[in-house]
């Protein structure tokens, strides 16, 4: 199984600041790494696919880059609605397999 | 617009099968894999399974003993079995395909 590896696991961050996300993995996955959010109480909502292509509908402040093995989620400017949990998956082998997740709490 | 709506029994006995149902709305059933995933209380996601319209399944090695994942393309669904579950297998079942997901169910295994 690739293992996804994200950190930091927790982050305390302010409306305005720009936030960084980074997913590691055990081996390469030829750029088929996606980004989720989930709020408590709601499924999760896909924000990026393929390592950079924003779903249709994500506000451009979340970007992703990255490739190989290493990749990040960045938020521009954090806004009230950005605190969550973000996850990475990859979706490049079988079993499918997410990162542990990241939780973005207000500072 | 795709919509998924799942069902099925939210409390379970241990030992007993866990059966879910997850129906999809609109767009094209037969165009995507669609997926179980799972996320025990408190806890991050593990992907469980997932089934092409023509049948085509792939399992988590961790759950391939215990699981089925079949489909129903006549009525635009497919569903999970688990069986023999334990307080382990306690957690919010998801359906989904990457950009929609069901709105999950939480099933609990309890004696």
């Known amino acids: 199984d690739i293992q996804m590896t994200q950190s930091p696991s927790s982050l305390s961050a302010s409306v305005g600041d720009r936030v960084t996300i980074t997913c590691r993995a055990s081996?390469?996955?030829?750029?088929?790494l996606a980004w989720f959010q989930q709020k408590p109480g709601k499924a999760p909502k896909s924000l990026i696919y393929?390592?950079?292509s924003l779903q249709s509908g994500v506000p451009s402040k979340f970007s992703g880059s990255g490739s190989g093995t290493d990749f990040t989620l960045t938020i521009s400017s954090l806004q009230p609605e950005d605190f969550a949990t973000y996850y990475c998956?990859?979706?490049?082998?079988?079993?499918?397999?997410f990162g542990g997740g990241t939780k973005v709490e207000i500072k | 617009q795709v919509q998924l709506q799942q069902w099925g029994a939210g409390l379970l006995k241990p030992s007993e099968t866990l059966s879910l149902t997850c129906a999809v709305y609109?767009?094209?059933?037969?165009?995507?894999?669609w997926s179980w995933i799972r996320q025990p209380p408190g806890k991050g996601l593990e992907w469980i399974g997932e089934?092409?319209?023509?049948?085509?399944?792939n399992y988590n090695p961790s759950l391939k003993s215990r699981v089925t994942i079949s489909v129903d393309t006549s009525n635009n669904q497919f569903s999970l079995k688990l069986s023999s579950v334990t307080a382990a297998d306690t957690a919010v079942y998801y359906c989904?395909?990457?950009?929609?997901w069901g709105q999950g169910t939480l099933v609990t295994v309890s004696s």
């Open positions: 998956q990859q979706y490049n082998s079988y079993p499918l397999t």
């Open positions: 081996q390469g996955i030829n750029n088929y």
């Open positions: 393929s390592a950079s």
């Open positions: 089934i092409n319209h023509s049948g085509s399944t």
């Open positions: 989904a395909e990457a950009r929609y």
């Open positions: 609109g767009g094209s059933f037969s165009a995507y894999s």
